[in-house]
């Protein structure tokens, strides 16, 4: 009786770290977590990433600040093309950030795709959140490889 737990038990586990490897491949999260698309990202994909970088002026206002967050979590809903989205604030222990703070980070299907996001008028009205509070920002493009 043992031995058939055992091998339950172990059957159960393979079954799903097969299934958790699965479902850590799967990308697009919403903004309240769930998943946006099932489209797993794999090596031999090519999706272009967009990654955005923002340091707060000192005195910005936390409110606003969160303003702003809630105005480009919202942008994956409002804009089909964006295919993937994610976001954090920094917490390095390298002192490399040159005040950065906050990372967010899209992926496109092809370089079409961002055309239409960049001049899109909700990237357009996100940005006029930024107005008044952002000391700097960064901003890469790059093909996954």
Do not use: Q
């Not at 606003?64 to 804009?79: M, Q, R, S, T, V």
């Not at 089909?80 to 980070?105: D, Q, R, V």
């Amino acid at each position: 009786m043992k031995r058939l737990v055992n091998a339950v038990l172990t059957i159960l586990v393979i079954t799903c770290l097969g299934s958790c490897n699965e479902l850590s491949k799967k990308v697009a999260d919403d903004e309240i977590g769930e998943p946006k698309s099932e489209i797993a990202v794999t090596a031999s994909d090519a999706v272009l990433r967009h990654v955005v970088l923002f340091k707060f002026k000192d005195d910005t206002d936390s409110a606003a600040i969160k303003n702003a967050e809630e105005a480009f979590l919202a942008l994956p809903n409002k804009i089909p093309e964006i295919l993937a989205f994610e976001w954090g604030i920094n917490n390095s222990p390298e002192g490399l950030s040159k005040g950065l703070t906050h990372c967010y980070l899209l992926t496109f299907a092809t370089e079409e795709d961002r055309a239409v996001y960049l001049p899109h008028p909700d990237h357009i009205a996100f940005g006029k959140t930024l107005d008044g509070i952002l000391e700097d920002v960064t901003v890469i493009d790059y093909w996954v490889k």
